[in-house]
DNA sequence: ATTAGCACTCTCTCGATGAGAGTGCCAATC
DNA sequence: GATTGGCACTCTCATCGAGAGAGTGCTAAT
């Protein structure tokens, strides 16, 4: 790892200045920086050597270096630890969620909002599924004759409930009666254990009315299912057309793409470990759409949910990494105290 | 309006072979057709009246025509009572609604999809708010000590439920009476009408447990502001960007910020009447940013909603509009049927 | 009213040219 | 031996002019 004092300070010195120009670095302007007092020449022949090792490039024989996704990868690696984000930044972060009152869809909003609003990026905010969450009732609403709606809360709040149709001999002490049984059986299992034979077997126990019960094992199928896909949002596309790299739209277009197809996105920040910030350079991505991006990704609520942020391999890493690690940690506070 | 005969045919011509090919159409060219049997210099005096009219616009001396914005305002109304979509697509887009198993929110997103994959085009679906149910029953189910979960069914189905703090002193049968205080007092209303003082006047009547009262209040306050607004899905934003008019990054970017912000959308929409397609072309959009676009939108389930497509003012708007309103008319189908 | 003919205008492409930027290498230096 | 100044070399980019091509507008003839 090419550390060492003064191959390390030009990487630094080329990378820096490459994101914030989106221009090749010649040797000469990174020869006028303070910490290195040398020649230009010397800075040639260190810029060879980083070029050796990979880490640099030459768009054309005679044109400044830029950073390889290697390079970038070193640089990164360099200086993961850094700078927490402004205090001003934060307190615009804990003011935006606490403006979503607690409210887990909202709270995912305004996170993606203000990521993409503070680093000038695409976000990508992936709201926690049900699964990690306990049930804990069932009921069954009679609404007139007919029909009844199926209410299920768990730990984590109440499910979308469905309208049910019943056959009209159900009467209200029989739903009540339903409602029990189920409860009783089922509670304080996790979601993500409430298997099909599972659900069976409490459902079928509770009763004879097989009309009920075909309806609300449909219904919880359907539900359960799309609680285990992650919610994905993502806000401020628009930004990824300012940057120099994207100018060209075929550049552009794979990236987009990218963004609108949940089933990618899912593939993009499947990789992210448990904790912590995780960065995916370039080609790294396991995603070819993603061949001209970068994404720097922190997980929250151990694991349940994911924030990231998309931009081009020439992101500002530091503000990045900064936002999106006290972004994670805001929202899981946040949702530990509204579950 | 430039209807009779030859004016209307070379309008029309030109428009179609822009659309088409995206480049401007010159009168040597459009004389070829079969239906005008003429010169090109006919063709060119036609032109040259149609753009004293304001309908047609030259780039350049030397290049062929392209139309106006009014040019396609007057095309488009020559033909908006035209063709019915292919019967393949009907039958693809019954089948994806149907896929969505009634439920509505999924009916949305299928239909976002559906829209934007058949034209190629991007595509908004605003979906349904709850603001023309009426109000059905509240019920607060008792979650252990100190919890309970509020429930509201409406007309339309169930509203999000809430965790709401109780004071421990509050007993399971004070929860069931409140309840069917709340619930006699507002059955039958329009969500619409639940202003702040009837709710007020309905939950301050009903009990005297004014911490559960106030907690109640602020759920639903939440929960009506949200659920009058609109809901807003776009799809397939990425092929804009393949347009010939979306190339320069400069173009798509106001687009792109457009679709992503709801308060640009509803005022794109803002203008659509209750029924029927709606048109707008380039400059007839309120929104600035939609200066290079056409929406053709159409309303469902009698202006409860609304479906769109947003594409450059070279739109195809045959298919844009058959797709749409048989969108319209399947969504509103759908939804009587959910309901 | 329509048409053929023609001059005119404007864009677009191509190649050449020259300026500029930055490199790579070599010989001199500390 | 690392560092440096000097210098030739290479490649891009902007500019220019020429020529081709496309399509118009006008005029005179039908």
């Not at 993606?112 to 804990?136: D, E, K, P, W």
């Not at 609404?143 to 001999?169: E, F, K, M, N």
């Not at 309806?215 to 300012?242: M, N, P, T």
């Amino acid at each position: 790892m090419p550390l060492e004092g003064r191959k390390g300070a030009v990487l630094r010195a080329v990378v820096e200045e490459h994101v914030r120009s989106a221009e090749p670095v010649g040797s000469e302007h990174t020869a006028l920086l303070e910490e290195l007092r040398c020649s230009s020449a010397t800075i040639r022949s260190v810029m060879a050597a980083l070029e050796d090792e990979g880490l640099l490039t030459h768009p054309h024989t005679s044109a400044g270096r830029i950073p390889t996704d290697l390079g970038y990868r070193v640089y990164v690696d360099m200086l993961l630890d850094a700078e927490p984000l402004p205090v001003g930044e934060r307190q615009a972060i804990r003011r935006r969620l606490e403006s979503s009152g607690g409210d887990v869809a909202d709270l995912a909003d305004q996170a993606a909002r203000t990521l993409s609003s503070l680093t000038r990026y695409a976000s990508v905010v992936a709201a926690l599924g049900i699964h990690h969450q306990t049930f804990r009732s069932l009921h069954l609403l009679a609404q007139g004759p007919g029909h009844a709606v199926a209410v299920i809360t768990t730990s984590g709040g109440v499910l979308q409930g469905r309208l049910i149709d019943l056959p009209i001999s159900v009467s209200d002490a029989d739903l009540d009666q339903i409602s029990r049984v189920i409860t009783q059986t089922l509670r304080g299992i996790p979601i993500a254990d409430l298997t099909q034979e599972r659900l069976e077997k409490a459902i079928g126990d509770a009763t004879r009315h097989h009309q009920l019960v075909e309806a609300i094992r449909a219904w919880l199928r359907r539900d359960l299912a799309r609680g285990s896909r992650l919610q994905y949002r993502v806000e401020g596309r628009r930004h990824l057309l300012q940057e120099p790299e994207f100018q060209r739209p075929e550049a552009a277009t794979p990236v987009l793409s990218a963004l609108e197809e949940d089933s990618m996105l899912a593939l993009a920040l499947a990789a992210a470990p448990s904790e912590g910030v995780w960065i995916s350079i370039g080609s790294e991505n396991r995603l070819a759409e993603l061949r001209a991006c970068s994404v720097v990704a922190a997980t929250y609520s151990a694991g349940g949910g994911a924030v990231a942020i998309v931009g081009p391999t020439r992101m500002r890493y530091r503000r990045a990494v900064a936002a999106v690690r006290y972004m994670a940690n805001r929202l899981s506070e946040s949702l530990r105290h509204a579950v």
